[in-house]
């Protein structure tokens, strides 16, 4: 047994507890941090979206409509939003201050900001060229007819030869679209496709019965054209060419699902409605990138954003005889084996398009030759949206998937379609790390949230004709704010993020203050009637501005969440 003498007990007790405030302490003090954002999530939110039986949304439901089940378990809904429309209305301009502390310009309103991102991302890994041309057509024209002041789009493609990052400009988007051509492909000899690669490692290839085996050894006859003795070697070089197929279709699957992945975590850094649009013919997801997808699906619903899917092959036929290049004509069975597999990948792939959306509060465009009215439809946010959110009981932070259903006993012919489930963290989260990802989560967001009133008020200083100084006052009602009692004082720290995003909706710097109250008695009533102001300023370049500011309580744990638009000259 250790004993700790009395000078290091006293010292412990010390670092425990508070130092007295003596009476001469300033009652409020400001210190500058740098913001640091957690990504964990304590809280799991769910995009629901209801469709009747002519696919139209629902909208008008309550909290009272939903029931959601973690693992079978019914769960409290401790969140829960209904939103008509996820576009928000521009903000009014911001204030200036009538008389600035010191000289300068009133900031002038910003005339056009970006309230909706969109990113538009095109498999040039799968779709093919008759394909790949009418989405290119179809995008053009959407672009150029159906793109708002307020909209920002950005183009990216699944191979990463092409991307054009978030813009207004119309010709730069249209010229990027004419550079995005299919990726060309090695043929493998016999070409088993993916889908049967799978199919033929999922059963006992070496087992005669296994029909997906059974047909790749039979194309490996017909494409190598093995005759006689030669054909004993066709089940090993089958199985090898299956076994190459099918670790470079996961490979390749799994860096598309990276790619999307870190797009929505791109897009969260977003001050709007964040949208991507999948223009793809779809895949086939195999069980052991499933995890990856569903990583895919939560990261997305953390940073609120919609994955929407559109399938360019419209309303697909499948082929009389799928193409087998450089090989003899099947024979009639093999022909109707090939047919039946390619019906099957055809509806997986669709299948996978769907669960993405639907995972993401999004919608699935399918079986459409319409792509120009499917582009309109998904650029816009669903018609009805519900969130909801609730804190797992007992959650473990072991990493684990957690399956949900969302069920509405009331409605009769609805369908819903919500995300799958989730992962649980890997590790608990403490509160500093919640107040953090609380803080990120409103800073990216166009929401207003009055929980504390604050007001903000701008003003700008040119240094030169291009350098300028910008500075935000955001006022303070501290009536709203939980003070407690301590060493004589009411006490409550106050934290206050002011990031800034140019004109295309990119974050251009952030500054994060902590306001450290320590009121007395005597002062409360007038600190509680007049507010307090906090300063933020920042060095810019002339330009249209937007300002999210952030407030956060610690005695409370209350948010306020306000916007301003600034342009400078």
Not at 33 to 50: A, G, I, L
Not at 59 to 73: A, P, V
Not at 187 to 215: C, W
Not at 221 to 237: F, N, T
Request: net charge negative; charged share 25%.
């Amino acid at each position: 047994m250790r004993f700790l003498s009395l000078g290091v007990l006293a010292a412990a007790l010390a670092a425990q507890t508070p130092a007295p405030v003596a009476n001469d302490a300033p009652e409020v003090t400001t210190r500058d941090e740098t913001p640091t954002f957690q990504s964990k999530v304590s809280m799991v939110r769910v995009p629901v979206v209801v469709r009747d039986h002519s696919g139209k949304a629902v909208g008008g439901l309550t909290k009272d409509d939903f029931q959601i089940y973690d693992k079978g378990k019914l769960q409290h809904l401790s969140l829960f939003s209904a939103e008509g429309s996820a576009v928000p209305k521009p903000k009014a301009a911001a204030e200036a201050p009538a008389e600035p502390a010191t000289p300068g310009e009133p900031a002038k309103p910003a005339t056009v900001l970006p309230t909706r991102f969109t990113a538009y991302v095109f498999d040039d890994l799968n779709l093919d060229v008759g394909d790949l041309m009418q989405a290119r057509l179809a995008a053009t024209k959407h672009m150029q007819q159906e793109l708002r002041p307020t909209d920002r789009a950005a183009i990216y493609t699944l191979s990463g030869h092409l991307s054009i990052e978030f813009t207004d400009d119309r010709a730069l988007l249209q010229a990027a679209l004419l550079k995005i051509m299919p990726t060309p492909h090695s043929h493998d000899m016999p070409p088993i496709s993916y889908f049967l690669a799978e199919q033929v490692e999922k059963g006992d290839d070496r087992n005669t019965n296994n029909p997906a085996f059974g047909l790749a050894v039979s194309e490996t006859i017909l494409c190598l054209h093995l005759d006689g003795p030669a054909a004993v070697a066709a089940p090993d070089i089958a199985r090898s060419t299956a076994r190459q197929v099918q670790m470079e279709g996961q490979r390749q699957l799994r860096n598309t699902l990276l790619m999307l992945k870190t797009l929505a975590g791109r897009l969260a850094a977003m001050p709007g409605d964040r949208n991507i649009i999948l223009v793809s013919s779809g895949f086939y997801l195999a069980d052991d990138v499933r995890s990856d997808m569903a990583q895919l699906i939560d990261r997305a619903v953390r940073a609120g954003v919609i994955i929407n899917t559109l399938d360019a092959r419209g309303v697909y036929v499948g082929e009389v005889v799928p193409d087998l290049p450089g090989c003899s004509p099947p024979p009639a069975p093999m022909e109707e084996q090939l047919r039946q597999y390619d019906d099957q990948e055809s509806i997986a792939k669709g299948l996978t398009l769907d669960e993405l959306a639907d995972g993401t509060g999004g919608t699935p465009f399918r079986n459409n030759n319409d792509l120009f009215a499917g582009f309109n439809s998904l650029a816009a946010p669903p018609e009805h949206i519900y969130y909801l959110g609730f804190y797992p009981e007992n959650l473990k932070p072991d990493g684990s998937y957690h399956a949900l259903k969302v069920k509405l006993p009331g409605q009769k012919g609805v369908a819903v379609k919500a995300r799958k489930g989730y992962w649980a963290p890997s590790h608990a989260e403490d509160e500093a790390a919640q107040s953090s990802r609380e803080i990120q989560e409103a800073v990216f967001s166009r929401d207003e949230v009055r929980d504390l009133p604050i007001d903000l008020h701008t003003q700008f200083f040119k240094a030169t004709d291009e350098d300028a100084r910008l500075k935000v006052i955001t006022h303070l009602d501290l009536r709203a704010a939980r003070f407690r009692k301590e060493e004589g004082r009411n006490r409550d720290d106050v934290t206050l993020v002011c990031a800034l995003f140019d004109r295309n909706g990119n974050f251009v710097k952030g500054m994060q203050k902590v306001v450290e109250l320590r009121l007395r008695d005597e002062s409360m009533p007038a600190r509680l009637t007049n507010g307090i102001d906090v300063g933020a300023e920042f060095d810019v370049k002339t330009g249209a501005y937007m300002i999210r500011v952030v407030v956060r309580d610690a005695g409370g744990r209350q948010l306020a969440a306000a916007n301003a638009a600034a342009e400078i000259p």
